[in-house]
């Protein structure tokens, strides 16, 4: 290995250049470490959706990431365009997003004034067509000057040698150098089945039918070190290590800003959430801050401080604010619910210091982990509070972030049968039998009883594609309401698309991609039992004159848990379900921890784990209870 060329692969599509790159990134930075490359672009079609995901993989194998993108002009050339430093990476999330918010979902239009102004940091390498448009050579040296490479991918086509040649001449006539690149859509040759699937897919058509759309041969996979010395010269695969190591950007460099609107003259964020708070604790405590909530908030904010979170906690609360400045109501849930600071900014509606939660399962310094605020609005008026959220900051500024949309079995072997051109009756009855499936692969006695033959050639082609394809990207939808929010535009960051939906963008990150990269964001979710409970304390108002809110609506009412005791929780949000209803009158609630048990025990987990009968019968007192160590007592004795 030592012996041979070093090399770096510049043009290589990934899962997420979507029904195209047949291999997710793990398993292209793998195999490009096995092979002993020096460095890896992922360079998916005017995207950056799985950028991040290619970062984990660089990071976790020791390979050095390139950032690119795979582009074309419309009525232009084909460019490969890497990032070599900070500006070069603002400069391609500002293209892309150029190009997606011109275009309908899914598309792009990339025009040749859209290359004005690129800074030093954005290199091109180019795939001429044959013949070149000698338009082209004049305007992309001017916009590249001394950072512009020709690409020669040879790819055991027939005229390898005369392209070879010709891209040799060109370069002369104009004084570009050439690098070797592979178009690489495929971590190792065997993928090859599973390309062509994907190209049937994308063009909706068969592959019986594909004709020229798929590709000759299947040498667009990541080759071995030896074969790339046989096939090219080498000084262009010199060339490419040289271009690796002028881009030394890395997703490490990005810092998030959070806008500076949430904090007025004379303040710091620290003093303006300490400011927020107080205000809150004297609306929510008008007797008087009670010790246990005051020793509880001033925990809180210290520990905010210290990890830095100030300004996450002033989104939350000016959304919220807006809101009940609106009469529309809202609730914050999960584990922010264990805290006194949220409770005082309004945030959620349940008082930390009368039920004893932890306000470490919500942040702690120990995990590193950004707090995660979920906040459910009326569903009626949800929409009212998104656009404030755009208004408010403005569309470059604010968008909600994306969710990678995967292939689960009954829509992988949909596809895939489709592909493999099985008639519509034989797709819809394979798709049944996903019900039964585990999500890996089809398993031979459903397929027999769904009347296929496991063994024949069509359906182990259907089982093994089908496997390779399930977990894979399907497509990028919008989140229910995950908002990211910055002081810059968003588009220095992370490129904005246009989602389904009027009025929407997205960034092309998953949600569970921001927390790799620090970026928070505010998820503002729609529920309907919101709408349900606050026309029912318009009624309660209407008919008793009683002016209740979520929190001051009376605690522990006898009556209340009786009904849930004998399961009449029809309507009742969250114990309404038949498994619940199960639940309910053996478990017998008689106070809202109980409750809380009551929704949380009735799950897979603890089912399949057999925590519920032991459970029961120490409730019930039919069974002893017993601690490993008295100590435990404490934190164990409510379950």
């Known amino acids: 290995m030592s012996a041979l060329p070093d090399y770096s692969e510049l043009h290589c599509l990934s899962a997420f250049s979507f029904q195209r790159g047949a291999s997710i990134a793990r398993e292209l930075f793998d195999r490009a470490k096995a092979l002993g490359y020096r ?10 959706a799985g950028i991040v995901r290619a970062h984990e993989a660089a990071r976790e194998t020791g390979m050095h990431l390139i950032v690119g993108s795979e582009v074309q002009v419309e009525d232009g050339p084909k460019l490969v365009l890497l990032v070599a430093d900070h500006d070069g990476y603002t400069a391609l999330c500002r293209l892309i997003t150029v190009a997606r918010r011109r275009a309908p979902k899914g598309e792009y239009r990339l025009l040749r004034e859209d290359f004005s102004d690129l800074p030093t940091g954005l290199l091109a390498v180019w795939s001429p067509r044959s013949p070149p448009n000698p338009d082209d050579i004049p305007w992309l040296k001017s916009i590249f000057p001394g950072r512009l490479w020709i690409a020669v991918e040879l790819l055991h086509g027939p005229d390898d040698d005369a392209q070879l040649q010709a891209l040799q001449s060109l370069g002369a006539r ?16 065997r993928r090859r089945a599973l390309q062509d699937t994907l190209t049937a897919i994308r063009h909706r058509t068969t592959i019986a039918e594909a004709g020229l759309r798929l590709f000759p041969n299947g040498e667009r996979h990541l080759r071995t070190r030896q074969a790339l010395s046989a096939i090219y010269p080498a000084g262009l695969l010199a060339e490419s290590v040289r271009i690796a190591e002028r881009c030394t950007f890395t997703l490490d460099q990005i810092r998030y800003t959070y806008p500076h609107e949430l904090v007025p003259k004379g303040h710091t964020p620290t003093t303006w959430l300490r400011a927020l708070t107080e205000q809150g604790a004297c609306w929510r405590w008008p007797e008087g801050v009670p010790g246990k909530a005051r020793d509880l908030i001033e925990h809180e904010l210290a520990l905010i401080a210290e990890l830095n979170y100030e300004s996450y906690f002033l989104t939350v609360h000016d959304i919220v604010r807006f809101a009940r400045s609106q009469g529309i109501l809202c609730q914050g849930r999960g584990s922010a619910a264990n805290s006194a600071v949220c409770f005082a900014l309004g945030v959620t509606e349940i008082d930390p210091a009368t039920m004893n939660m932890l306000f470490e399962r919500f942040i702690s310094r120990e995990r590193n982990e950004p707090p995660d605020i979920d906040i459910d609005f009326e569903h009626e008026r949800r929409e009212e509070v998104l656009q404030y959220v755009f208004n408010r900051y403005g569309r470059e500024r604010a968008a909600l972030t994306a969710v990678a949309i995967r292939y689960r079995g009954r829509s992988a ?33 459903y397929l027999r009883e769904r009347g296929f033959d496991p063994e024949s050639p069509v359906m182990r082609r259907v089982v093994a594609l089908t496997s390779e394809l399930i977990n894979f990207p399907r497509h990028l939808s919008q989140h229910p309401g995950g908002f990211v929010i910055s002081e810059h535009p968003l588009h220095t960051l992370v ?33 309907g039992m919101l709408t349900c409970v606050r026309k029912a304390l318009d009624l309660v108002r209407g008919h008793r004159g009683q002016d209740y809110e979520m929190a001051s609506v009376p605690a522990e009412d006898k009556d209340t848990y009786a009904m849930i005791q004998r399961a009449d929780t029809i309507g009742v949000f969250q114990i309404e379900s038949r498994a619940q209803m199960a639940m309910l009158p053996r478990l017998k609630p008689k106070n809202f921890y109980d409750l809380v048990i009551e929704i949380s025990i009735v799950r897979p987990g603890p089912i399949t784990g057999g925590m519920v009968h032991p459970y029961l019968r120490r409730r019930s007192r039919k069974e002893p209870i017993e601690y490993p160590h008295p100590s435990l007592a404490p934190v164990l004795e409510k379950t």
Do not use: F
């Open 174 to 189: 104009y004084g570009l150098p050439l690098v070797a690149s592979g178009d690489v859509h495929m971590h190792v040759r």
């Open 39 to 48: 460095a890896l672009a992922i360079t998916d079609e005017c995207s950056l």
């Open 495 to 527: 490129p904005v698309e246009n989602a389904a939906m009027d009025e929407r963008t997205i960034i092309q990150w998953d949600k569970d991609d921001l927390d790799v990269l620090g970026l928070l964001k505010v998820d503002v979710l729609a529920l």
């Open 413 to 445: 072997v949909r596809d895939v049968a489709k592909a493999l051109g099985l008639p519509p009756d034989q797709v819809n009855e394979l798709a049944r039998t996903m019900d039964r499936w585990g999500g890996d692969a089809p398993i031979p006695t």
